[in-house]
């Protein structure tokens, strides 16, 4: 099986740019505001274990796509002479710069562009990277963005994405709107993502992380954030909206809802 056969698996349907914006624009308040600092230095850290690398080098040019609040790009401009990210979400890029001001951090050049319409020429980022990571992002949603990605190194790569996770509200108002669960609601993003650099010669290095947790939130916020989610996938008719509403309504208590997550994601890593 070729490039163009697990190209086609991978199947990513069309996005709407300005919606995906406003998705994640919504969400980066949520994002910044997750006490996770201990847990994600040890991710950090074992993530520089799984690709290789020796705690005390230094990279010279670091890219990090799809960078979010900036958690990562603050950690690697800690060990790197320039850092360059890239995020479709102004507000999240906001969040970015101010907490690598916080830090004092001036290595880092902040790019709001989707990745996939990011020109690599006009950037001057074609072979210019001895990193390239992009952690848990949509943004490498392609075998194109996959290989945007491999154009811009010289020497090291990461990418990690969820293979399966389980959200115990999110499932059962997938069957009621949408008329069935998806079981695979990542698709086979990694699957191809492994496939297609075995047939480009590449041989990447695979882990896989397993989680579990839960998330508590007012029904409010949790309706807001299922409304964003669900107009990405359907036009939500007003009784779409009520459906929402009532589901959140039935399943809080004293105004909180509780939903439970599982989650395999899959770690990989390969050189030039």
């Known amino acids: 099986m070729d490039i163009k056969y697990f190209s086609d698996l991978w199947d990513s349907s069309k996005k709407s740019y300005d919606m995906e914006e406003r998705f994640w624009d919504e969400r980066a308040e949520e994002f910044n505001k997750k006490d996770i600092e201990e847990k994600e230095n040890k991710d950090f850290s074992s993530i520089l274990e799984f690709i290789e690398v020796d705690k005390n080098k230094k990279f010279k040019n670091v890219l990090d796509i799809g960078c979010g609040t900036g958690f990562y790009s603050r950690k690697f401009s800690e060990i790197s002479e320039s850092i360059a990210a890239t995020d479709i979400s102004e507000n999240m890029l906001k969040y970015a710069r101010k907490n690598l001001d ?3 951090r001036n290595n880092v050049r902040l790019v709001k562009k989707a990745w996939s319409e990011l020109n690599l020429e006009e950037f001057g980022w074609k072979e210019k990277f001895d990193m390239v990571f992009a952690s848990m992002t949509p943004a490498v949603d392609s075998c194109a963005d996959l290989i945007k990605m491999i154009d811009c190194g010289t020497n090291l790569y990461f990418l990690s994405g969820f293979v399966e996770r389980k959200d115990s509200l999110k499932n059962e ?3 009621i709107l949408l008329g069935s669960y998806n079981n695979k609601p990542y698709g ?3 699957y191809s993502a492994i496939n297609i650099l075995w047939n ?3 041989y990447p290095k ?3 992380v397993d989680s579990n947790w839960s998330k508590r939130e007012p029904v409010d916020e949790l309706y807001k954030k299922y409304l964003l989610y669900f107009e990405r996938k359907k036009h939500l008719t007003k009784e779409d909206k009520i459906s929402i509403r009532d589901y959140m309504e039935s399943r809080s ?4 809802v509780e939903e439970k997550v ?3 994601v899959a770690w990989l890593c390969w050189k030039k």
């Open 102 to 104: 916080t830090k004092h």
């Open 173 to 175: 108002l997938s069957e």
């Open 188 to 190: 086979n993003k990694m």
């Open 200 to 202: 480009m010669g590449y």
């Open 206 to 208: 695979i882990s896989y």
């Open 253 to 256: 208590i004293n105004g909180i």
């Open 262 to 264: 599982t989650s395999k």
